[in-house]
């Protein structure tokens, strides 16, 4: 791992929950630290996870490939419900696309870490 002194890119992450799993594993096997934060939201309600890594930009292709391999896109049907003048009806399906990451990287002058 990465001392303070090493560290001059922050990663930002954002992962769909379903594929958080796997990139948690494959992060600690590879030695990156990171911060893991849960949240949701969006327009479907998927639960999501935002990961804060601190490393050195030696290393930063070979965390976005990393990433890039575990979080793929995908297609996903889900169900959307239409009401025409208040009369209840059946959900029909919908194709959305899920999963993948966002990935946010910035320049750092100076990492510090309290214990």
Same mark, same amino acid.
């Given at each position: ?8 890119? !922050?990663? &930002? &992450?954002?992962? +769909?929950? *379903?594929?958080?799993?796997?990139l &948690?594993?494959?992060?600690r ?10 949240? *949701? #939201? #969006? ?9 804060? &890594? #601190? %490393? ?5 292709? *070979?965390?976005? $490939? !990393?990433?890039? *391999?575990?979080?793929?896109?995908? !297609? ?12 209840p009806?059946?959900?029909? +399906?919908?194709?959305? $696309?899920?999963?993948?990451? %966002?990935?946010?990287?910035? $320049? ?6 309290? +214990?």
């Amino acid at each position: 791992m990465a001392t303070p002194d090493d560290i001059d890119v !922050l990663v &930002v &992450v954002f992962v +769909m929950g *379903s594929q958080t799993g796997q990139l &948690v594993q494959m992060m600690r096997k590879n030695k990156f630290g990171f911060t893991e934060v849960d949240s *949701s #939201g #969006g327009f479907l309600q998927e639960p999501t996870t935002c990961f804060f &890594v #601190g %490393i050195n930009r030696n290393r930063l292709e *070979s965390l976005l $490939e !990393l990433v890039r *391999s575990t979080c793929h896109r995908h !297609l996903q049907y889900i169900p959307a419900r239409m009401d025409v003048a208040a009369i209840p009806s059946q959900p029909i +399906m919908i194709e959305a $696309e899920m999963g993948g990451a %966002i990935i946010l990287a910035f $320049e750092v002058e100076q990492f510090i870490q309290a +214990m």
